[in-house]
């Protein structure tokens, strides 16, 4: 296999043809992103009708954690659908996993709640959210390859970009959707049927998209592999059973697409589950503040994807990981002042301090929330990181009772449930959840007229430049590290083990840190970590590949 290089002289205009296929393939995974991400979106309601217990922590873990199961199992999506891509075609496979994600989607939306029929109710709907994440790990890898093989040279990034916006618009529908609703309808009547309805909708979209999709053609550069009789026998042993290729698999995966997934989950989802559960900003007013910053930065994909085909996919990505991992702790700062003031000034004037036993205090590490912590120890620090407050923990003698003292005052803990310590912490500054100092513009023009919820959208919107940075190049990038033979199946494997895995798990794994270590902000030490290892592997390994001539190279 070879490779050839080189720039074209100038750029002609987009046919009609190409605007239809970039139309209808990103029409389609807008789509497929609105219904994946409508579990993220309404985690609180789907907690409280899908999953049994009075902790509202452990309840809405559990559906971030379902939430990361679709991402867990999205590399397994794109093995599968990635061979039958690269073995009968882009445009089939395609068809086939939208069809899957829009059925899988409904069917949430119908079912019916724990009340009703029991542990089935969360086990249907984890099943239902696997179903997705396999029909996403075949959609993307198809869409991508599908608009770059048919982008002509030079300008693959620019036209790939496309593709990469639909995961944020798709974010934006879901979360218009759901703000539509909240304020057209009564609390109590959202959240008893009202959350159900975007699911529901989901089947005109899936109508929709797959007849947009069924007038699109096959992309030429796989008819040709077809016709020259030069397709892969076993893409999935020629893609990764052969170590020239299972190498660029390697670095894609760790030089580029795992630390543009924690950049782009933290930008996105983090940001939003800061904003409600740490925070303890109301649902409506942190969705329309994330919808704004999203609004704003979306051109953004495009801006990259086109300036990539001048300087290169690699030095944006680097940079993008690099400039988020350097600012994200005083961005995160500045969205916690601003939404929050008394928290973060409790955080420096309250001093909680935990004396206790070592041997008492195990690790608060519980990303899926089906751990019972029992031992007093744990069950406080539980409890004050739930109510996003700090704390230190000091050791004490060996066999020594639990003791809290909140600013040099000792705190009864007898009845082992932190309430008391919590209540303490509050009437020394740290706010209940409601303070009327904590943001509120649960409208669109409050939101818009308001100085802080202003300065909000312009530091989301921050967040949001990183992730169109990362986001932007990155499909042109993987398309062109591998051949036509493999190319669907050797792209979407290191994409989704990136944004399924990396990213996927980002939220509940942050969350769990927080709680681990009683301090609100701990959770970003994860995507920092991986953003810089990418930074550094990126910088090392990951080829420059956008003078690459892709329609010959089967």
Request: include cysteine.
């Amino acid at each position: 296999m070879t490779v050839t290089s080189g720039t074209p002289a100038g750029y002609a205009p987009m046919t009609r043809e190409e605007r239809k296929v970039i139309i209808a393939s990103s029409a389609g995974t807008v789509f497929e992103w609105y219904d994946f991400y409508l579990a993220g979106s309404l985690a609180a309601n789907i907690a409280a009708t899908f999953v049994p217990g009075t902790n509202d922590t452990a309840k809405f873990i559990f559906v971030l954690f379902g939430f990361a199961a679709g991402f867990a199992v999205r590399p397994f999506g794109a093995l599968v659908f990635g061979r039958l891509g690269d073995l009968i075609g882009r445009k089939y496979t395609f068809l086939v996993t939208m069809t899957l994600m829009g059925i899988s989607t409904f069917v949430v939306g119908l079912l019916p709640g724990y009340a009703s029929i029991g542990y089935a109710a969360p086990v249907i709907f984890i099943i239902c959210r696997l179903a997705q994440g396999l029909a996403l790990g075949g959609e993307y890898g198809g869409a991508a390859t599908y608009v770059a093989e048919h982008a002509p040279h030079g300008r693959r990034g620019f036209y790939t970009s496309w593709i990469q916006t639909t995961a944020t618009v798709g974010l934006f529908l879901s979360l218009l959707v759901i703000l539509s609703l909240r304020l057209s309808m009564s609390p109590e009547s959202f959240a008893a049927w009202g959350w159900r309805v975007p699911f529901l909708l989901s089947i005109l979209l899936l109508g929709f998209s797959l007849w947009i999709r069924l007038q699109l053609s096959e992309s030429p550069a796989f008819q040709k592999m077809k016709a020259e009789g030069t397709r892969s026998k076993a893409p999935l042993t020629e893609a990764f059973g052969r170590w020239e290729n299972a190498k660029i698999a390697l670095i894609a995966l760790l030089g580029g697409t795992a630390g543009q997934a924690v950049v782009w989950y933290c930008g996105q989802f983090y940001a939003l589950f800061f904003l409600t559960q740490t925070l303890k900003v109301d649902g409506t007013t942190a969705n329309l503040l994330i919808a704004f910053g999203l609004l704003i930065g979306t051109p953004f994909f495009v801006f990259f994807g086109w300036l990539s085909d001048k300087i290169g996919r690699k030095p944006i990505l680097i940079a993008g990981c690099l400039i988020a991992a350097a600012t994200y702790f005083p961005l995160f700062e500045l969205i916690a002042r601003t939404a929050n003031p008394k928290l973060i000034e409790a955080t420096t004037n309250v001093t909680i301090n935990i004396t206790a036993d070592p041997a008492e205090c195990g690790t608060l590490f519980d990303p899926v929330g089906v751990r019972v912590f029992t031992r007093p120890c744990d069950v406080i620090r539980r409890t004050l990181a739930t109510n996003s407050m700090h704390y230190e923990l000091k050791p004490g003698p060996a066999g020594s009772p639990v003791t809290v003292a909140v600013n040099g005052t000792d705190v009864p803990t007898a009845d082992n449930t932190g309430a008391a310590v919590v209540a303490a912490a509050q009437a020394a500054g740290y706010p209940k959840a409601g303070d009327p100092s904590i943001v509120k513009q649960p409208s669109v023009g409050g939101v818009l007229t308001d100085s802080r919820t202003l300065t909000l959208i312009g530091l989301l919107f921050v967040l949001v430049l990183y992730v169109t940075m990362v986001y932007g190049p990155i499909a042109a990038l993987l398309v062109e590290l591998f051949p036509t033979r493999i190319r669907y199946t050797g792209m979407s494997l290191p994409y989704h083990i990136g944004n399924g895995w990396f990213g996927g798990f980002l939220p509940p794994t942050a969350f769990a840190i927080v709680a681990a270590s009683g301090n609100i902000f701990s959770g970003l030490w994860y995507p920092i970590v991986v953003a810089l290892m990418t930074v550094v592997i990126g910088l090392i390994f990951l080829p420059e590949t956008k003078d690459r001539n892709i329609e010959d190279w089967h």
